[in-house]
């Protein structure tokens, strides 16, 4: 018997090179739909053997997506395509291998990464504000004060001779919860106070005053008004996932919304909430900063203690615009401050709560 020989075909396209990691993506799907026939349902999958991260893979598949996007009848012929993302000594390579009706064809194409530059980086200059054995939410220092939150109080300081002194206190009823958070939000002379199922008005001079509500309180903390999710340390927008920190890039036009989820990864949405790209190696604070930046926490290369950098979204991919600020423990809250941020760390091996601010040269 003589079995029926399966023809495979087997054509690598030239390689090019584009700009962008999208770009690419898209220029080498287009090339792959052309070998699609109409009326074909197309099943993608993707696998990467690179040292790019796993968020790249997905801006790559995503753009083959949009490529090969198309109406299909319910019993369509399908074609099964994988992209795969590899490495040459000399750039990436995106490959993709088509499969349909006994034969394959793969295209393929290369990447470079825009070269980052990290010689002569800015560096965060971090300045210690205050420390104490509780656990601190948020500080904020203004004029010859220190205005200080943690899960009992908020107090304010006055330096004198060059050391804060305690100038009046203000008892907070906050709701039990296990990892705490609150905020501080300050205007003029005015003062609020915002923690999960709570929310306090009021002025901060000449004498600290508030008023307290046990309910949620709202602020632009987020994609919209925000507010903290009660009994848990996460805030809600409402129409988007719950999240711990939030950050909007891009322009009006095209705004750029960037959240920590609470599968531990940060990630981009564009302007319709669709996903672009994922960050893996953060922790959950962030912080928006001048000129489009982001302060972001992560592990240092030292166990047990974590670096803040400041960074910008190129591509999907997040480039370090500074120079990293180690702190001597891991960090715990990292809040917007004019000039930069303020991030609070939890100092190993003690266990006591330091404020800092951070501020970053925007000139640069």
């Not at 004029?143 to 203000?170: F, N």
């Amino acid at each position: 018997m003589i079995q029926k020989a399966i023809a495979v075909l087997f054509f690598v396209s030239q390689i090019v090179f584009a700009q962008t990691l999208d770009e690419t993506a898209q220029a080498l799907g287009r090339r792959v739909a052309a070998r699609i026939p109409a009326g074909t349902a197309v099943h993608l999958s993707g696998r990467n053997l690179s040292s790019l991260s796993n968020s790249d893979l997905a801006v790559a598949q995503r753009a083959i997506d949009r490529a090969l996007r198309r109406r299909t009848p319910r019993q369509a012929p399908v074609a099964e395509v994988r992209l795969t993302l590899s490495e040459s000594p000399r750039e990436f390579l995106l490959i993709v291998e088509i499969r349909r009706e006994g034969e394959r064809a793969v295209e393929m194409a290369s990447y470079r990464p825009p070269a980052v530059v990290t010689a002569n980086l800015p560096t965060l200059e971090r300045r210690l504000l205050w420390e104490q054995d509780r656990p601190i939410l948020d500080a904020m220092p203004v004029q010859d004060r220190l205005l200080v939150l943690d899960p009992e109080k908020v107090t304010v300081y006055l330096r004198r001779s060059g050391i804060w002194e305690p100038a009046s206190t203000r008892d907070l009823d906050l709701p039990p919860a296990r990892d705490p958070r609150g905020r501080l939000l300050l205007d003029a002379e005015s003062l609020r106070v915002l923690a999960p199922g709570l929310s306090c008005r009021g002025a901060w001079q000449p004498a600290l005053d508030l008023n307290c509500e046990n309910q949620p309180g709202e602020f632009e903390g987020g994609p919209g008004a925000s507010h903290f999710t009660p009994a848990r340390n996460t805030l809600e927008t409402e129409g988007w996932p719950v999240f711990y920190s939030y950050a909007r890039l891009g322009t009006a036009a095209r705004p750029l919304h960037l959240l920590s989820g609470l599968d531990g990864r940060v990630h981009l949405y564009n302007q319709d909430q669709r996903p672009l790209a994922v960050i893996d190696d953060w922790n959950s604070d962030f912080a928006p900063a001048c000129g489009g930046q982001v302060l972001a926490a992560k592990a240092s290369t030292r166990a047990g203690l974590d670096v803040v950098t400041a960074y910008r979204i190129v591509d999907g991919r997040a480039v370090e615009t500074s120079e990293p600020a180690e702190f001597p423990g891991s960090i715990t809250a990292l809040w917007p401050m004019p000039g930069g941020a303020l991030a609070v760390c939890r100092t190993a091996p003690s266990g006591r709560y330091a404020a800092y601010s951070l501020t970053l040269d925007c000139s640069r």
